[in-house]
């Protein structure tokens, strides 16, 4: 019934009602919120509805159609029932805090970052499963002190010394030290998810539209 709508509310040229979309802590704080802003200004009679989620569930909730659209953390996999398209590039650094003892070593590899703990995203997200696939591909015991979904809290917590981890470059700043580890390339992508079969109203194509000019840097 909701998709008959979206179809019959299509066939105009208004664009305006309600979009309900989801998006990851990381995306809606860091990426999402000049191209929202944009939206907002071009379209002020659409009433946007977002719900903060980790990539892996509004994955499951657009699969449900909970959502018209989620700005994620692209998965690892193709899901066949999903359209996903790439908007931001997030290579990732190995980092420590500038007095943790990796960050005195003049040469590093998995082996030496093995030997001391981790503060990781849960290894059972996309971000975490990029970095344990390099451990596993050597052998190596990846040893996460604490998991958290929340990249800010991580960046804290390896800021005050408390483990190395892999963070966005673009969330790297004087608290931390950039270690060059040149086994661990961890390049993730950010982007845009909806479903196939699933006709977007006017208000979702629109924010889809504006994404895309934001990946070709219009």
Known sequence: MSDAEHELRSIGETIGGS???ATSHHV???HLPPVLRDFSNRYPDVSLDIDFLDSEQAYEALMAGEYELAVVT???KDYPSLNAQIIWPDPCVVVAAPDHPLAQ????????LAKYPAILPDLN???GRLIK???DAHNLKLTAKLATNFLETIKMMAGVGLGWS????TLVDDSLAELPVPQLRVVRNLGIIYHRNRTLS???NALQQLLVKEARGL
Do not use: K, S, W
């Open 202 to 204: 006017n208000a979702a």
């Open 133 to 135: 696939r390099e451990f």
């Open 166 to 169: 892999v963070l966005p470059q």
């Open 105 to 112: 070593m003049p040469e590093l590899d998995l082996p030496a």
């Open 19 to 21: 979009l309900r979309i």
């Open 74 to 76: 692209l998965a690892l």
């Open 28 to 30: 809606g704080l860091h």
């Open 125 to 127: 997200t996309y971000t």
